[in-house]
């Protein structure tokens, strides 16, 4: 099994391009989510999907969209990159909420912003 | 509002020693808390999760609900216990299960 997979895997982008960043996973899982992590920071939520067709905010969405048409695939665009979206993202999937459930993490996508 | 407080940023101890990785939260709910593991440029990983009360790789973490506490602990550090080390908080939330991480703890084990 797969998981969770990310691409790209590192991107380097000017500001104001855009790009999308694909999450794709194999284990059926209803939730999606996408982090970014910085120094001292921690993870922090950036958007997440509770199933195909659905997504909602999380605690850092502004500058990202994401979509969910399709149940395995979780794609997270930035329309117009700022240095200060320079980051680590990760993808994570779950089943829906159950006591002692842990997410899945796809392996990262380094983005930095020039 | 829920939150994980990880009041070291760094953590350096001798291969051999104690380790103890400390974790605070707040939560109004029955916490649910986990420890996740990210190791040199890898995705993280789970480690522990309260519910279990297991042990992983010599790693235990006792929920202290008086102290709001889940601090990660292991006897005797061994150098490949190297990483970053973030705990996090789940709870059910606008019909979504939601991790909240702590800062991370980044622990070096030295020969």
């Known amino acids: 099994n797969a998981g969770v997979t990310q691409t790209p895997k590192f991107r380097v982008l000017k500001t104001g391009q855009s790009m999308t960043l694909l999450c794709a996973q194999d284990?059926?899982?209803?939730?999606m989510y996408w982090y970014r992590q910085d120094p001292g920071m921690g993870l922090r939520l950036i958007h997440y999907s509770v199933g195909e067709g659905t997504t909602a905010k999380g605690e850092v969405p502004d500058g990202y969209n994401v979509s969910r048409l399709k149940k395995q695939n979780f794609l997270l665009g930035l329309e117009s990159a700022a240095p200060s979206q320079t980051s680590v993202y990760f993808c994570?999937?779950?089943?829906?909420?159950?006591?002692?459930?842990?997410?899945?993490f796809g392996s990262g996508t380094r983005l930095t912003v020039v | 509002a829920q939150r994980v407080t990880q009041p070291e940023k760094l953590l350096s101890v001798f291969k051999g020693a104690p380790v103890e990785l400390k974790c605070n939260y707040s939560?109004?709910?029955?916490?649910?808390l986990f420890w996740y593991v990210q190791y040199s440029r890898q995705r993280l990983q789970l480690l522990l999760r309260?519910?279990s009360r297991e042990s992983i790789k010599g790693f235990t973490a006792d929920l202290n609900k008086g102290e709001t506490s889940f601090h990660l602990k292991k006897p005797f550090a061994q150098e490949e216990d190297s990483a970053m080390y973030y705990c996090?908080?789940?709870?059910?939330?606008?019909?979504?299960?939601?991790?909240?991480f702590g800062q991370g703890t980044r622990l070096t084990i030295n020969p």
């Open positions: 284990m059926n899982h209803e939730y």
């Open positions: 309260h519910i």
């Open positions: 939560y109004s709910g029955s916490p649910e």
């Open positions: 994570a999937s779950s089943y829906p909420w159950r006591r002692g459930l842990g997410y899945t």
């Open positions: 996090a908080l789940s709870y059910l939330g606008q019909g979504a299960q939601k991790l909240v």
